[in-house]
């Protein structure tokens, strides 16, 4: 089970924070994200939720190989779906993009500490 669908998540979810995020939750989100088709796919559904067949006429891609993008994007937990009748349809999950956009913060607020000297 992906660490962003677990209890503490959804808590944290209720309260209105983003879930706190490690490494290891970070690194499938940031690898999907790593495809530039993918990020077409965000980019697509930042509008709200889409169905498959809107999303392969709006990125000219073949069906099957926009199914394999929405998988990885959704095991990395930056996707939820929903069938209805014989459609299924995709939307971002805010609560996955705001935990990963906390964990960037937090390296960024890491990263600005001075080396400590070395012995000379």
């Not at 980019?43 to 099957?64: F, I, Y």
């Not at 993008?69 to 805010?94: E, I, K, M, T």
Request: proline share 6%; net charge neutral; aromatic share 4%.
């Amino acid at each position: 089970m992906n660490g962003l669908r677990d209890a503490p998540a959804a808590a944290a979810t209720a309260l209105g924070t983003a879930p706190a995020l490690g490494t290891e939750q970070a690194r499938p989100m940031l690898k999907a994200l790593a495809d530039p088709c993918r990020l077409q796919v965000l980019e697509a559904l930042a509008g709200g939720e889409r169905c498959v067949c809107d999303l392969t006429g709006e990125l000219g891609l073949a069906q099957s190989r926009l199914s394999f993008h929405l998988r990885v994007l959704r095991d990395a937990g930056l996707l939820s779906d929903r069938q209805s009748g014989r459609w299924v349809y995709y939307s971002l999950r805010p609560e996955a993009l705001e935990a990963l956009q906390s964990w960037l913060a937090a390296l960024a607020r890491q990263c600005t500490a001075p080396a400590t000297p070395c012995c000379d």
